[in-house]
């Protein structure tokens, strides 16, 4: 049985899979959005292969997340599509802080740099204020929804 | 080269990333956080070969995510370390229905049940009321860090 191209998924985020679903590549963004640019840079804090890394970073760039400047020692550079992905990467974090960290605690603590205060994802909440979970929600079917969908999921969206 | 066991990584992201860096296995979390609880309806609404849900229902269930019933036919459950990873679900769900969705638009709305809101993930804000971006940010180390993180980032967090 072949390999699943998540790419030619109708859902964004099995979609999103086709490019984030690898082990390296969240990793990769973390350093970008940590400030790493150069390969080398990457390469060290990462302890990656330059094999793996190249093919990351690639990706990364073919998907527009990243972009490469010119020459051999070029910079590679957050776009706006992967600087997007901050919110997202935040949220995995506190997930990972939280059920993940060795136990002294997080690795990392992020901070706003103008005052100070401690970045982490907000969590999503009801109009009661408290926080939503899976059970709060109901899933629709989008504008994007196939018929399959559409039928599985029932009524369509407002 | 072998592959990298993320499970021993320090960080906890690339913890994470030993359950989660896995194709498959966000879609199989959105399936749970949609209801679905059942080996053949994981099946029919992945469209996933029968033995790579096997595996990565397992590798769910061993890592926390998921627990498993009793019996053949048992019910897959969120445990709360699954259940947690939805404002992370919803924080990949907003990127990836911005930049991966089709052009008709997303594919799946979620819905407050309660009240009918459209449920996504909250940007992280600073203290002036803006979005944050990672050039917002600095990478501190943190309890956990490892003499070298400490090194490489340097001053301690308070």
């Not at 629709?140 to 196939?146: D, F, N, R």
């Amino acid at each position: 049985m072949g390999r699943t191209d998540f790419a030619r998924h109708r859902c964004p985020v099995a979609r999103s899979m086709a490019v984030l679903g690898e082990r390296w590549a969240i990793l990769v963004l973390r350093e970008a959005f940590y400030g790493t640019t150069r390969f080398d840079d990457f390469q060290r804090h990462l302890g990656i292969a330059p094999n793996i890394l190249s093919a990351r970073l690639r990706s990364l760039v073919a998907h527009g997340l990243l972009e490469r400047g010119e020459g051999p020692r070029a910079e590679y550079r957050l776009t706006e599509k992967g600087r997007d992905f901050f919110p997202a990467y935040l949220a995995l974090k506190r997930w990972a802080d939280r059920w993940m960290a060795p136990p002294e605690g997080p690795v990392v603590v992020l901070r706003e740099r103008v005052t100070g205060e401690e970045v982490t994802a907000p969590p999503p909440l009801g109009r009661d204020g408290r926080p939503l979970g899976p059970e709060d929600v109901r899933a629709l079917p989008g504008p994007g929804a196939s018929p399959a969908l559409r039928a599985r999921l029932g009524g369509a969206d407002a």
